[in-house]
């Protein structure tokens, strides 16, 4: 299982509760998903991004992944644990890394971290460049964690699939 220590190991900015033995159980990009204690990783740095995790939040998430230039929105509670980093996409790369490296992921190991990949609607509506960036380096994700593990659940847009 994922943890904060794991996290730690790759993003020591920290702001909140640094319990390292708190388990993650779902890793998510997409503020809309429902998910059991989940780590958010917001892909957008917008006008929206304080309201993406505020509804990331509200649908499970128990940490985040965050831009150390963006302010940290007033909502959000002292020991919530936030991640400050130049850049979440990136990070989410070595934090799925570093996952895997904890993990024995032949014969009978496998992921017991939920790994859902997705962009929300109202992102790719936008139909930006840099949102088509967004999905490439998530489709790079996407088949690392493929050719990692046989045994991930990703969730693609418009629908899910096993890999």
């Known amino acids: 299982m994922l943890t904060l220590a794991n996290l730690q190991k790759v993003c020591t900015d920290q702001r909140g509760i640094q319990f390292g033995d708190i388990e993650i159980h779902t890793v998510f990009t997409n503020e809309e998903s429902k ?3 989940g780590l958010f990783v917001p892909l957008f740095n ?3 991004v304080h309201e993406d995790l505020k509804e990331a939040i509200n ?3 128990i940490t985040a992944l965050w831009w150390k230039d963006v302010s940290i929105p007033k909502f959000l509670p002292n020991d919530f644990p936030l991640f400050l980093v130049e850049h979440p996409l990136d990070s989410l790369e070595m934090v799925v890394k570093e996952y895997f490296d904890t993990k024995d992921l032949k014969g009978n190991g496998g992921l017991d971290t939920n790994l859902i990949f997705s962009i929300s ?3 790719i509506q936008k ?3 840099y949102a088509n960036a967004v999905k490439e380096e998530l489709e790079k994700l ?3 964690v493929h050719k990692s593990c046989s045994m991930t659940l990703i ?3 418009g629908g899910e699939y096993e890999c």
């Open 127 to 129: 139909k930006d460049s």
């Open 59 to 61: 649908n499970g998430a």
């Open 155 to 157: 969730i693609k847009e």
């Open 142 to 144: 996407r088949d690392f």
């Open 46 to 48: 917008g006008e929206e």
């Open 35 to 37: 998910v059991n204690k």
């Open 121 to 123: 609607n109202k992102h």
